[in-house]
């Protein structure tokens, strides 16, 4: 106890009830049961059931143990690259940092897109303006929203935190209440549902390739506990309410995804779903729901102006916070000196700059798909390659500690016997990473079609992009410490243009649909376009001619 108060000097507990509540608006919400119920329909039943027993109740547990050891240690919080520094060393902690981020990326894109998507129906209350909006207009929208969101955020970061809380909490509310008025709307019904014939055998799926391929979405969908790990140490008694904390949002988690996918199935038919089901399937819900009970689309605008407000918040902390995290985190040894140069208000801005240009990066791969929806539905599927890419480290980190347990004390403990905790921590690392490369596998699109193979094409570059470039950081702070400054502008200049040339001419390649062993072509232009890279960017700079953005 003496350590938890020179933790807490200030002797403020936090209740098992709050961080309960705290972890359920990181961990689930109504868009990711959606999601999911478009991935496997009703066998997402038997899917969730699985993945709260044997997922979601150890990884908690885990990240409890992670939050309560790494606080003693030190005093950056418990983020997840500090376990990984506090085990591995600076170089694998930097490298968490980096993927941690960039795994964010993915997901501020489609925050941004949810924007757009919920200003429409708050403004319409329809579906119909997405389809006037092309592709090209969709992603300048989001570009300006990037852009908006990064002055609004600088001026207004307090407010918006408020509002992601209440958002958040706002969140949960909606989707307890759609399972509440789902199952009282099929009793008022005399038991009538969407979907038709439906008997228990229909929530055991078929276990093929698709059916894996989805699991890497579930996880996407109930990852998010290691946000909490830090406020372990500032419970009373952490050995016995964290465990109390995580096995009530194991229940409340268990019962939002396993009714409300049943809830869904109410209203939809699982057999024929919408292809657009991901996008607009929370808005078509509850104005059926609403018109159910007489409410005409009262719920309809009250989730809209609740999506709007909270995605908002949720992108304005995601580019600002994400930023600051990721170039205050990896310190000085391997972050470019330029991309942790900050303007006279503080603000890290070429780490903006660099947020921005990826984002936009992501944004011109999915351009070229057919509409908005399909937009929508693959950075869903990126994020849930990338996302749970990076939870393997929770699992890693928790078997470093357990291989040493006596080198890594806790306060509270998963599972006493080490072997045994390391076996459970081995199985959810393989199990991660397993689905995360299956998941790889484009959703929603006909597989085999033209789009199929471009949704896998544009997902492999994503991640070897997003990746990589965290990998090439600190050779470019290695120029820079021998050289004063990493390239010359004719540099800076002639491998940018070289990039995005060769990106645009494989998404090109890829689009070309009478193109015999297309993907080949693609290998060898990026190889070649990488090499040329290489060779210009190993010359010694011209320090007369650098870029102003480069020096002290």
């Not at 899917?47 to 885990?62: A, E, K, N, T």
């Not at 050891?69 to 980096?98: C, H, I, M, P, Q």
């Not at 989707?175 to 009793?187: E, H, R, Y």
């Not at 819900?285 to 909270?310: E, P, R, V």
Request: with cysteine.
């Amino acid at each position: 106890m003496d350590e938890l108060k020179d933790l807490n000097p200030d002797k403020k507990f936090i209740s098992w009830q709050t961080l309960f509540l705290m972890a359920l608006c990181t961990v689930i919400g109504l868009d990711d049961i959606m999601y999911n119920f478009q991935n496997q329909g009703m066998a997402v039943i038997f899917s969730w059931i699985v993945m709260v027993l044997f997922y979601v109740i150890p990884y908690s547990l885990m990240v409890g143990q992670l939050g309560s050891v790494f606080n003693k240690f030190n005093k950056e919080g418990g983020g997840l690259s500090s376990w990984v520094r506090g085990t591995d060393g600076e170089f694998l902690g930097y490298f968490t940092a980096w993927t941690y981020w960039a795994a964010s990326i993915p997901y501020a894109v489609d925050s941004a897109n949810e924007v757009i998507v919920d200003l429409g129906w708050a403004l319409t209350g329809s579906e119909k303006f997405q389809d006037q909006i092309p592709n090209s207009l969709f992603a300048l929208l989001t570009f300006v929203t990037f852009i908006v969101f990064i002055i609004v955020e600088h001026h207004f970061s307090n407010s918006m935190e408020f509002l992601s809380t209440i958002g958040g909490g706002l969140m949960v509310i909606m989707t307890i209440l759609f399972v509440v008025l789902a199952f009282v709307g099929l009793a008022k019904s005399g038991g009538h549902m969407a979907t038709t014939n439906f008997t228990w055998r229909d929530i055991f799926p078929k276990f093929d390739w698709h059916y894996f391929s989805t699991i890497a979405m579930l996880i996407y969908a109930m990852n998010g506990a290691e946000l909490v790990a830090p406020y372990v140490t500032k419970m009373k008694k952490p050995q016995y309410d964290f465990p109390k904390a995580m096995i009530a949002l194991a229940a409340m988690t268990a019962f939002l995804t396993i009714f409300g996918s049943f809830a869904l199935g109410i209203y939809f038919n699982a057999n024929h779903l919408p292809n657009d089901l991901k996008m607009n399937g929370a808005y078509y819900a509850f104005k059926m729901i609403g018109h159910q009970y007489g409410w005409g689309n009262f719920l309809l605008y009250f989730w809209a102006w609740t999506s709007f407000f909270f995605n908002c918040a949720l992108l304005a902390v995601l580019l600002d916070a994400m930023t600051r995290m990721l170039i205050s985190d990896t310190g000085s040894r391997y972050m470019p000196k330029f991309l942790r140069k900050k303007d006279k208000d503080g603000l890290p801005i070429n780490g903006y700059i660099l947020t921005v240009s990826l984002s936009s990066f992501i944004m011109i791969l999915g351009i070229f798909l057919p509409n908005m929806n399909d937009i929508f539905n693959w950075l869903l599927n990126l994020n849930a390659i990338v996302s749970p890419g990076v939870t393997c480290w929770i699992f890693y980190s928790f078997m470093r500690i357990r291989k040493d347990s006596k080198k890594f004390p806790s306060k509270y403990v998963f599972i006493k016997n080490d072997k045994i905790a390391y076996a459970v921590g081995l199985t959810l690392l393989l199990v991660t990473a397993i689905a995360t490369i299956m998941g790889i596998t484009p959703q929603d699109v006909p597989e085999g079609s033209n789009i199929w193979w471009y949704e896998l094409i544009i997902n492999i570059v994503a991640v070897i992009v997003l990746i990589g470039l965290g990998a090439i950081l600190p050779g470019i702070r290695h120029r820079e410490i021998e050289y004063g400054i990493a390239f010359d502008k004719v540099q800076w200049i002639s491998m940018i243009a070289i990039i995005m040339g060769s990106i645009i001419f494989g998404i090109y390649l890829g689009g070309l649909k009478h193109l015999s062993g297309r993907g080949i072509y693609i290998a060898v232009e990026g190889i070649l376009s990488l090499l040329i890279v290489w060779l210009i960017g190993r010359r010694k700079p011209n320090l007369a001619n650098g870029f102003k953005a480069e020096e002290d």
